[in-house]
Every structure is written in structure tokens, then in C-alpha cells.
T-cell receptor, first 115, second 114 residues
């Protein structure tokens, strides 16, 4: 059974650019959530997708957007990058009908540095 | 609104000693509570969770936590620390019957001395 994978592992961008981060869910999982973890902080919920529809969103501006594909893989897109967007971005997948409170399986994350 | 407070950004113990990591939460509805562990350069791994039922929850790697509603606490314990327990630990809460969006604490770094 393949776990949650994320790509790339590291990324450096400059302010104002756009970035796309990718996540492959664990086999059989139809729900994916994205989190931002700033240095020295706990993860903050960005949004969740269930069967290709956004299923909940945290306190993040619209320049953070996402997609979930029919194979349940997912993308996180961030436009107009700001310095404060520098963080570890975590993807987590979960099984079940809602996934909201079920066990989430996290990927290793993508570390984004915005200069 | 829900929130989580983890007391102590760093906890240092000797190998073989008791591990106690503190977590207090606030929630307007019955909470779901979680403890996660994060090793360097890795994602989070669920240690244990409380949703309903028995308030003493046993997790992986010998960890357990007790939900105390009167104290709004969910402290994590392990009777005997091992060097491999050194990691960052996060407590999280989500509201049952609500949005379920989880709120994480800022984390506690567990340091284990030989």
C-alpha cells in the first residue's frame, strides 16, 4: 500500500510568483486536506476536498486554491506569493464518506521558501 | 471557536522517565481530540484520538491520553521514555457536529537524554 506522497520536496520562489504543489493520496482515500505549517508553529488548515469538491476551508485568502482529480490526487495553487507564504505545506488523505474527523494520513510535505 | 494550548514548547526527560505533555483545549461543543507526532523532515503521524466513549485512550508506541472534560485537558503520557520518542508533538481539536476543521497547538518538542 502506497502512502501519501508530495512533490516537490523543496521549492524556492520569488515574491509575486505562482506555485503549484502536488499530492497523491493513499490508495482508497477519497478525501484530501492541505495544511500550512510555518516554522515553529502547528499546521493550519487551508482546505479539504472530497470527491473533487471543496468540502471546507480555513482562514486563507482566495489566492490559495486547489483541485482534486478523479484519481483523488490533488494540487494546491498559490498565486501572488508573499514572503509569509514560506512554510511547510502538508497534504493529508483520509478514507470514508466525509473524512472530516477520520484518521488523516500525512505526506512528508513540501517546503516552500519565498524570497 | 476552538483553540488548543500546549504548555511548554520544550520538555526534557531522561531515558526511562515518565513523559507528560500537556494539552488544554477550548471548544463550544463536544470535541474530538488528537495527538500527532512529527519527526524531523517528515509529516505528522497520528498517535491517538478521542472521539466518544472511554476517556482513556491508548495509542501507538506506548502512549496514552486521558480526556478530562472538567479540566478541558487531554494530556499525553508514556510511562518510560525511549530515545526514539524524541520528536515534535502536536495536540489538535476539532468540533463534533460542526465544521470539523481541526485546530492544532503550537507543538511541544520532546527531548530525551540518555
Amino acid at each position: 500500500e502506497t502512502g501519501v506522497t508530495q512533490s516537490p520536496t523543496h521549492l524556492i520562489k520569488t515574491r509575486g510568483q505562482q506555485v503549484t504543489l502536488r499530492c497523491s493520496s493513499q490508495s482508497g482515500h477519497n478525501t484530501v486536506s492541505w495544511y500550512q505549517q510555518a516554522l515553529g508553529q502547528g499546521p493550519q488548515f487551508i482546505f479539504q476536498y472530497y470527491r473533487e469538491e471543496e468540502n471546507g476551508r480555513g482562514n486563507f485568502p482566495p489566492r490559495f486554491s486547489g483541485l482534486q482529480f478523479p484519481n483523488y490526487s490533488s494540487e494546491l495553487n498559490v498565486n501572488a506569493l508573499e514572503l509569509d507564504d514560506s512554510a511547510l505545506y502538508l497534504c493529508a488523505s483520509s478514507p470514508g464518506t466525509s473524512g472530516r474527523w477520520e484518521t488523516q494520513y500525512f505526506g512528508p510535505g513540501t517546503r516552500l521558501l519565498v524570497l | 471557536a476552538q483553540s488548543v494550548t500546549q504548555l511548554g514548547s520544550h520538555v526534557s526527560v531522561s531515558e526511562g522517565a515518565l513523559v507528560l505533555l500537556r494539552c488544554n483545549y477550548s471548544s463550544s461543543v463536544p470535541p474530538y481530540l488528537f495527538w500527532y507526532v512529527q519527526y524531523p523532515n517528515q509529516g505528522l503521524q497520528l498517535l491517538l484520538k478521542y472521539t466518544t466513549g472511554a476517556t482513556l485512550v491508548k495509542g501507538i508506541n506506548g502512549f496514552e491520553a486521558e480526556f478530562k472534560k472538567s479540566e478541558t485537558s487531554f494530556h499525553l503520557t508514556k510511562p518510560s521514555a525511549h530515545m526514539s520518542d524524541a520528536a515534535e508533538y502536536f495536540c489538535a481539536v476539532s468540533e463534533s457536529g460542526g465544521s470539523y476543521i481541526p485546530t492544532f497547538g503550537r507543538g511541544t518538542s520532546l527531548i530525551v537524554h540518555p
